[in-house]
């Protein structure tokens, strides 16, 4: 076998291991799919280090309320990226955020009226109040992935 051949089939078994173990690219132009995955990620790192602190029993007021701050100035950013259309491949929302749009806006809602008490209980700083407050941003969270999110 030429040199050259046994080269070109090296590339080509390299490109398909990785593909086939590696994330699909969103390839689509302004790549709504990465972008609101990305929003997603940014809300996860504001609620995430709050559930520590209240798992482990370590709440603390004034380190509680700029991450409930950081979470109210997050919320808003996925949304714009659920254009018509942008239901493919490494999306993992289901169809049904484009067949029930009025559903999965009230479930929206519902999580930015959470995250708005959230932020009110944070700046109270009564941690029984936080902790019923972070709980309900939870259930709005699993609320709206049980019908809109695949898992
Ligand atoms: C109104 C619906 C809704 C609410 C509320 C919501 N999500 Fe999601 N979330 C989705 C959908 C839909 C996707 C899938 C997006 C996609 O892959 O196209 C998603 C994806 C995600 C992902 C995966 C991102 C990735 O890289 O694949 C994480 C993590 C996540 N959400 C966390 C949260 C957390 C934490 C909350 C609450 C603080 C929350 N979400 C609230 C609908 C919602």
């Known amino acids: 076998?030429?040199?050259?051949?046994?080269?070109?089939?090296?590339?080509?078994?390299?490109?398909?291991?990785?593909?086939?173990?590696?994330?699909?690219?969103d390839t689509r132009p302004g790549q709504p799919v990465k972008q609101r995955q990305m929003a997603f990620k940014e809300i996860v790192k504001a609620f995430e280090p709050m559930g520590v602190m209240l798992?482990?029993?370590?709440?603390?007021?004034?380190?509680?309320?700029?991450?409930?701050?950081?979470?109210?100035?997050?919320?808003?950013a996925p949304w714009s990226h659920f254009a018509p259309d942008t239901h493919y491949p490494p999306s993992k929302a289901t169809a049904d955020v484009w067949q029930q749009?009025?559903?999965?806006?009230k479930d929206k809602q519902a999580f930015i009226t959470a995250t708005d008490a959230l932020l009110a209980a944070a700046q109270s700083k009564d941690k029984a109040q936080v902790a019923m407050a972070y709980d309900k941003v939870h259930e709005a969270?699993?609320?709206?992935?049980?019908?809109?999110?695949?898992?």
């Open 1 to 25: 076998m030429p040199q050259s051949l046994i080269f070109r089939l090296f590339l080509l078994i390299t490109a398909l291991l990785l593909s086939s173990c590696g994330e699909v690219e």
């Open 101 to 105: 749009p009025e559903a999965f806006t």
């Open 55 to 76: 798992r482990k029993d370590r709440y603390d007021a004034d380190k509680f309320l700029p991450l409930a701050e950081k979470l109210v100035e997050k919320r808003d």
């Open 141 to 151: 969270c699993k609320t709206c992935h049980k019908q809109f999110k695949e898992r």
